[in-house]
């Protein structure tokens, strides 16, 4: 009998990533030479979609591209990961959206969005991939989509009992404010993932450090949440409860480049957590996938295996159990 695997549905922006290399990242004005250049599939949707689909899960994406050639590339890419692209939808007058990045030789990166197709997706496109969403075991959702559909996918999700894992982000329309005001349906979450960076700002907290980590996780919980993971780079992740606060230290690696990690994390969690409830082993799990982006160049390219990312964890003599081939 051939064993069930574990459902993944991702909710986030589909992009592409033109990446340049360079010495640094230039000044206004300045201008420089690269040394390597990459085009490649990115954004939340796609790289949380193949890094779970990397970790053996079954992965559907609900997302929105274009009408232009960009789209094509992304759903050839998504199929290369086996990603279920059912419910990729198509905003013809638009285009697919974009991102420029610069990654300096320290890893460090300068970033442009350009949200296209991405700000088309609405309540109703959420709607149409109900039955998908039913029959997850998770659902991974981005918050820098428009509000009304993740809010409707997370009512969603909450009616079919589907677990749901948010990266509580700036939603497309308060991308110019300063502030980030986040509706009540975010808190629903049953666990929220954030760099400590974004969530200070949720939790209107002014100079961030890891000190402040477990007060900032513990704002996010009382909101509503079940569970807050907050993310600190190289100073590891902090697991904040009702039961309490943990913190797991980060892996030594050597970094080349930072872009992806964060979307590598949660879709290596959302892979762990579709098959075991224990968050905190499904935290290293995710670290060690984060880790291993990092040294890379590149986005969805630096994805690592399943049994990379075991391989790191073993060789960090870390006891996690191994969850079903």
Known sequence: MTERKPKVV??????????????????????????ALSCTVAGPGPIQAAQAALCRCEVSL??????????????????????????????????TG???????????????HYTGAN??????DIQLAEDRIAEADICLIHGCLPQEAIAAAIHCASLHRTRVILNPARP???????????PSEYFAADVLVANLEKAAEITDQLGPDVRMAKLIGSDLVARGAHCAVITMGRRGCLVVDRSGADHVP????????????????????AAYCAVRHDLRQAVKFAAAAGALVCTKFGAIEALPSKAEIIQLLQSEDIDLLHNSE
């Not at 497309?172 to 986040?182: A, C, K, N, P, S």
């Open 10 to 35: 991702v909710i986030g922006g589909t992009y592409i990533d033109l990446a340049v290399k360079c010495c640094h990242i230039p000044s206004p004005g300045q201008a420089i030479s690269g040394s």
């Open 62 to 95: 609900i997302s929105k591209i274009g009408g232009d050639a960009f789209a094509q590339m992304a759903l050839k890419s998504l199929a290369e990961y086996k990603v279920d692209t059912e419910y990729v939808f198509f905003a013809e007058a638009k285009s």
């Open 98 to 112: 974009v991102i420029v990045t610069l990654v300096n030789s320290e890893g460090e990166n300068a970033i442009c």
């Open 119 to 124: 700000c088309a997706l609405q309540p109703a």
């Open 172 to 182: 497309i329309e308060q991308t110019d404010q300063r502030g980030v005001d986040l």
């Open 250 to 269: 980060a892996f030594e690696v050597d970094w080349v480049d930072r872009t992806g990690s964060g979307d590598a994390f949660a879709g290596a969690l």
